[in-house]
C-alpha cells in the first residue's frame, strides 16, 4: 500500500492504540516512539497495531502512517479510524437467578449445589451447511 517511491515510514496514533513494529524478525514492543522516528519500508516489515480497551463512541482512535522518498521528503499519508469493542461474557456465576458483569466467581468454578461459576453448553456443530 505503500506508494512506489516511499523508502521509509513513519507512524502517530491517538492514546488509545498501542504500535508495534517488526523490521528485519526484531519487534520494537510498546508504544511508538517519539512521532519523528523513522523505519526502512523494507519487504517483511510489518505494523501491528491494536487497542487494549473499548472505545467510547465509533471511530475514537486513528493510526496515521506517513511515507518518504530518499531525501527524507514526505510523499504520502494513509491513515485508519479505530472502533475498539468490549466483549464480556455476562453469567449467572453465583446460581442465583441474575447475571452479574462483575461478579468476583466469574474467573473460578467449583462443584456442587453450594458451588459457583458459569456452567456453559456450547453447540460447535453445523446446524447448515
Known sequence: AAPARAVSFSVKHTEGVSVEVAHRGQAE?????????????????VLRFSMNQASTEVNDNKVTVS???????????????LTGIGISLDVDTDRDGVVEKNN???????WGPEGHGAILLVSCDKERP
Open 104 to 110: 468476583p466467581n466469574k474467573a473460578s468454578w467449583t
Open 29 to 45: 514492543v510498546g508504544s511508538t516512539p517519539s512521532s519523528g522516528t523513522r523505519w526502512p519500508l523494507d519487504e517483511g516489515t
Open 67 to 81: 511515507f518518504y522518498a530518499e531525501g527524507g521528503q514526505p510523499i504520502n499519508q494513509a491513515g485508519v479510524f
